[in-house]
């Protein structure tokens, strides 16, 4: 099994900044894909970003340009850098990593954006 610590979530206005992180239990360099999921109110849960071993990123077209998914080998840490945030984009952020075919998620951090 594969436990996952997110934090940074917050509330933030309109056009500002929020960076979240996930720190796996393994190496990053052992789980095949990390990525950032998100689940608004009465929504299903939706891929925001993805990020496989060999470094292959994928966007949702509703963040493309204004979020990334960086990671640091050093901290053992994957980021999800949210800029020029919107009111949309509230909702419970969580972390994934697929491992073995099995999927292991944070517990998820709120993030609201007020208009």
């Known amino acids: 099994q594969v436990q996952l610590v997110e934090s940074g979530g917050g509330l933030v206005q309109a056009g500002e900044s929020l960076r979240l992180s996930c720190v796996p239990s393994a190496s990053i360099f052992s789980i095949v894909v990390m990525g950032w999921y998100r689940q608004a109110p009465g929504k299903q849960r939706e891929l925001v970003a993805t990020m496989t071993t060999f470094g292959t990123i994928n966007y949702a077209d509703s963040v493309k340009g204004r979020f990334t998914i960086p990671r640091s080998i050093a901290k053992n840490t994957v980021y999800l850098q949210m800029n020029s945030l919107k009111p949309e984009d509230t909702a419970v952020y969580y972390c994934?990593?697929?491992?073995?075919?099995?999927?292991?998620w944070g517990q998820g951090t709120q993030v609201t954006v007020s208009s």
């Open positions: 994934d990593a697929r491992v073995d075919l099995s999927d292991y």
